[in-house]
């Protein structure tokens, strides 16, 4: 259960009392997340608005994802319990915490990895954290939008700097997908793989995605922002936005999911201490970790690049972390592209 404070404090405003704050969409879903019914005609009164104020605010987080009931005479109540994300708690639980530069925990952002790439030039520290109940701009791989519903996920970006080039961070996003799944481990869920370069997967379906973008000086000293969101609970409403088959945490942990606080803690954990090992030692350190994960070894793929669509056998990662494929004129190297798995193969 959520104590109604957590919410002030995952805010990037100054906390105040709810009177003084208004009936904000966090005061509302604080109240909502207790667990006991909320009157409409009660909050009207306390807050000084009219009850179609009310409704609209509950309409309105019905928009950004949750399920809320309303019963005549009963008032409104969550379908499922939500647990907020608050960065108090997840810094209680960072083992790595004393290695972080900083950790945010924001309302409303359009981007987490947004924030940070705005955060590289005028904060010098390592390994800055950023999470976000809801992301208006949320992106994927290629432009591509991501979409997640409120307290139905976690959206968490981590800045990472490096002092070589960035030709040093081949496989970065491989490496990362190793820590993803072995936090998920660590939490219980044990059904997840790795579809190169950067997705979750768990039952055939997707599970979450990484995003990596890289700057500073092709020759050093670099700097990558870690994008990673992955689902925890998703209704049929939320799902029906998303163009490919998905899964979550719910699903693959019958219907008791860990707690968004500890996931972030445990995500964390494991990408700080895997971040610093590859930047150490590379891909070529991890290779035998990825092959543990890797869903497309010996499975026939179709690969869209450039300059054009091919379709081969996909084997092991080389030491740079590209996909090795064999087609039809031997095998090669992938360093880029859309894979998937051809249908029956």
């Known amino acids: 259960m959520l104590d109604r404070q957590a919410l002030n404090r995952t ?34 009164a306390r807050f000084g608005v009219t009850r179609a104020a009310v409704w609209k605010r509950v309409e309105r987080l019905r928009e950004l994802g949750l399920a809320v009931s309303a019963q005549p005479g009963g008032g409104y109540r969550l379908d499922t319990p939500v647990d907020l994300l608050d960065a108090a708690r997840i810094e209680t639980a960072v083992a790595a915490r004393t290695r972080l530069g900083n950790l945010a925990v924001h309302w409303q952002i359009d981007s ?9 030039g005028s904060d010098p ?3 800055l954290a950023c999470l976000a109940e809801i992301q208006t701009r949320g992106r994927g791989r290629r432009g591509r939008a991501w979409r997640m ?25 491989l490496v990362v997908g190793i820590a993803c799944v072995e936090a998920l481990t660590e939490l219980g869920i044990g059904e997840v793989g790795l579809k190169w370069p950067n997705d979750l997967i768990a039952r055939g379906a997707k599970l979450g995605g990484i995003l990596v973008e890289l700057g500073g000086d092709a020759l050093g000293p670099c700097h ?6 992955i689902n925890v609970r998703l209704d049929a409403r939320a799902g029906a936005a998303i163009d490919q088959p998905w899964i979550d945490l719910a699903t693959l942990a019958a219907d008791a999911p860990p707690q968004r606080n500890r996931i972030a803690a445990h995500l964390l954990d494991r990408l700080v201490d895997v971040l610093d090992r ?11 970790r990825y092959a543990r994960y890797d869903l497309l070894q010996g499975r026939r793929v179709r690969v869209l690049r450039a300059d054009g669509v091919r379709e081969g056998i ?21 360093d880029s592209g859309d894979v998937t798995i051809r249908e029956g193969a």
């Open 314 to 334: 996909a084997r092991s990662v080389d030491t740079r972390g590209a996909l090795r494929v064999v087609f039809a004129d031997g095998e090669h190297a992938v």
């Open 278 to 288: 590859f930047a150490d030692s590379g891909f070529a350190a991890f290779a035998d």
């Open 112 to 120: 987490t990895s947004s924030e940070l790439l705005r955060r590289v």
């Open 11 to 44: 805010t990037t405003a100054p906390a105040t009392t709810a009177r003084a704050a208004g009936l904000t969409l966090p005061v509302l879903l604080a109240e909502l997340a207790a667990g006991a019914p909320v009157s409409g005609s009660e909050f009207a």
């Open 224 to 229: 990558a922002v870690i994008g990673i969101g």
């Open 149 to 173: 519903p409120l307290a139905g996920g976690i959206a968490l970006s981590l800045l990472k700097r490096f002092d070589g080039g960035m030709a040093s961070l081949a496989g970065l996003s």
């Open 125 to 127: 520290r390592d390994r």
